[in-house]
């Protein structure tokens, strides 16, 4: 599918072309169009309105239709529907997509793509629909995807690209562009072209723009970068996305465990990993999980409870040490005014830390010197807030109440469940990092039950001991 601008639109198409509305989203009067045109089984109109729109067009008009409209819509496209559009819906949409399609049309669908996208599209399926699939493909097409499929699940190995041009070095510049214009299983874009050994592993690389500036008998070894970044097809994409990040790579060779070239990641590809890990990161601090947009009512539903009933459990425990001082709370009123506005200050100060540490580690910007760096600056930022914060509510507090040693009472505690709170919102993500567990989930449930404790037990403790 060709790429143009996103408004513009065939000849005779009418207002049903406007494909855009002034919000950016998809205007209602083009989804209605490709309905009717839909339910009229008009494929002509609809060929018509889709021609030369860019995959993600596409895609964004795919998540308007109906679950029952999208099969239909596909059919009537047919060969004029890329299946690259597949990869740009949310998760629930494109399974549905594939359940409600034949294993044939799928197949040849996923033939016309490069083979990151097509892993991208069968990976979600199960074994028994793969291998189905898989099965009505060319033999060496099949093979290619199956050693993709088989790499760990978020790997280096399941993104790359297995269409890629590597060439040896004896190769003169001539020789090679001769190659790229004959050969007829060439990626339909790439960057630059590794160089290999005898025995196929990477040895250099050639950006395109150097070797169109060469002259034709002058041979690859003399013009190639030796400095090549290569990814081990099992590296996990995360680390993969950091060293691209790091080195500012256009792309990276992957190599097996052998050293030998299986594969090319692409930029492009490193920025849907990057989108994807940062979209994790935020709904895991928030414990929704995978969820999408366009998921059930039900699924919704089911996929947070886990985690508010992990928070009703926290909660529980917090208004267990409220219950340790019924009866100091009894006896001066203005602690049951004021203990919430210690537990939710230190609740925020902790989230600030904790945000900072989570994305540091995925990051890979925790290490060493600079872990001990942050740790302390965590714990000083929280004890120079602290004492900002504590003065201020340590002052409307002797005022509201007419007691200044309340406001006393308030301000200690305020100092040290902000100096909590960044000791603990740095300390709980790098041990849940330290024993395995994902950081990004874990962490807000267990900082929000020690910021609870701390502030409700410093503060009714004081108050119990110096104004009861």
């Not at 970044?229 to 099992?234: E, K, M, S």
Request: glycine share 6%.
């Amino acid at each position: 599918m060709q790429k143009h601008p996103e408004h513009q639109a065939p000849v005779g198409a009418g207002v049903a072309a406007v494909l855009r509305d002034d919000t950016g989203a998809i205007a209602e009067t083009f989804v209605e169009a490709v309905r009717a045109a839909i339910a009229a089984a008009d494929s002509d109109a609809l060929r018509a309105m889709c021609a030369d729109r860019h995959e993600a067009d596409i895609a964004d008009l795919l998540e308007m239709l109906s679950q029952e409209e999208r099969p239909r819509f596909i059919e009537l496209l047919g060969h004029d529907f890329d299946f690259a559009v597949l990869t740009e819906v949310d998760d629930t949409i494109r399974e549905q997509v594939l359940e409600s399609l034949p294993s044939a049309a799928v197949a040849e669908g996923v033939r016309e793509l490069d083979s990151d996208d097509a892993v991208y599209i069968l990976e979600d399926l199960d074994d028994e629909e793969q291998a189905e699939i898989l099965a009505q493909m060319p033999a060496f097409e099949r093979a290619l995807l199956k050693r993709s499929l088989d790499y760990p699940e978020d790997s280096a190995g399941r993104r790359m690209q297995t269409d890629l041009i590597a060439v040896p070095p004896f190769w003169t510049v001539g020789r090679t562009i001769d190659y790229m214009r004959e050969a007829d299983d060439l990626p339909d874009e790439f960057y630059e072209i590794i160089v290999v050994d005898p025995a196929f592993k990477p040895i250099g690389r050639v950006a395109l723009s150097r070797l169109l500036r060469a002259k034709r008998p002058v041979p690859i070894e003399r013009i190639m970068d030796t400095t090549i970044h290569t990814v081990r097809a099992d590296m996990d994409q995360e680390e993969a996305a950091q060293l691209f990040e790091r080195y500012n790579l256009v792309s990276a060779a992957v190599v097996d465990e052998s050293d030998r070239l299986v594969g090319v990641l692409t930029f492009d590809d490193i920025v849907d990993v990057i989108q994807e890990e940062a979209e994790e990161d935020i709904r895991g601090l928030a414990g929704v999980g995978d969820e999408e947009i366009s998921d059930s009512v039900l699924y919704t539903a089911r996929s947070r409870f886990p985690w508010l009933l992990i928070n009703l459990g926290t909660a529980l425990v917090a208004a267990s040490v409220i219950g340790l001082f019924d009866a100091s709370i009894e006896k001066m009123v203005a602690l049951a005014v004021l203990m919430p506005v210690v537990a939710s200050m230190g609740g925020n100060a902790g989230t600030q830390a904790m945000t900072v540490t989570v994305r540091a580690l995925a990051t890979g910007d925790l290490g060493g010197y600079n872990r001990r760096r942050v740790f302390l600056r965590e714990m000083l930022v929280g004890i120079l807030n602290g004492i900002v914060f504590a003065i201020f509510i340590g002052i409307v507090a002797a005022v509201w109440f007419a007691d200044p040693q309340l406001g006393g009472v308030i301000a200690m505690a305020m100092v040290f469940n902000l100096f909590c709170a960044g000791l603990f919102g740095f300390a709980i993500p790098v041990i849940l990092d330290r024993i395995g567990a994902d950081p990004a989930i874990a962490s807000s449930v267990f900082l929000t039950t020690v910021t609870d404790v701390v502030g409700f037990f410093a503060f009714l403790g004081l108050a119990t001991v110096l104004l009861l």
